[in-house]
């Protein structure tokens, strides 16, 4: 994009409708496609092909870097916590004290496997979620799994002082952080693509980097050249 003098005012004018208010009019969806195409030169479109499977731990950003993403890629955003939610009419903390853990993560599964065969999206999965051998196979046969890489010392400070974290409800909480941290990198590590976080960035420079990541998957992340 040229940012002329005379046209450089447009396109701050523009961004800012798509980062604030643009989404959340009736308009959303040709806002941002018209967005994309002033910023891309007229040029160069991004489509998504193939539904990506955030995976991760607790407090990696899942959800709100998948939002970030599914916006500016115009594309529909999913949480599967949300969706078992609105299934049960009950919240995550509710399922895990009244039915246990087992139970929430059969829910998990088959809920995951719906989504991911009948929705192209981003889709923000449970930090369990992935220890599934039949979820991780469906991730990858529907679309791609993408792992947001965090330090325990990162997801500490951000998870440390909310009760929402049923796994975390224990006398040592950071001891029991550790060590489902500790456990699941091998399994997140079979995930078929990484992003590490870094504390200094931000949401929207953590969603450039995981598009840049899906970029890699032509199958995933279409370029469409105008």
Known sequence: FNK???LFPLFFILKLQYRF??????LSLLCVEFYQRIANNGTMILKLR???????MM???KTAIGRVVAQKLNSRFLDSDTEIELAANMSVSEIFTRDGESFFRDREAEIIKRLLET????????GGAFEN???RKAMSNHGMSLWLQVDLDLLWSRVKNKESRPLLNTPDPFGTLRDIFQERQDVYALADAS????????????SDRVIDALLTRPDVLEQIHD
């Open 21 to 26: 208010w643009c989404l959340r009019s009736p």
């Open 50 to 56: 193939k539904t990506v499977a955030f995976v991760g």
């Open 59 to 61: 407090g990696a950003g």
């Open 4 to 6: 002329s003098t005379h």
């Open 195 to 206: 992003v590490k976080a870094n504390k200094d960035l931000s949401i929207d420079e953590m």
């Open 119 to 126: 929705e192209t999206c981003i889709l923000s999965t449970g």
């Open 133 to 135: 051998d039949e979820t």
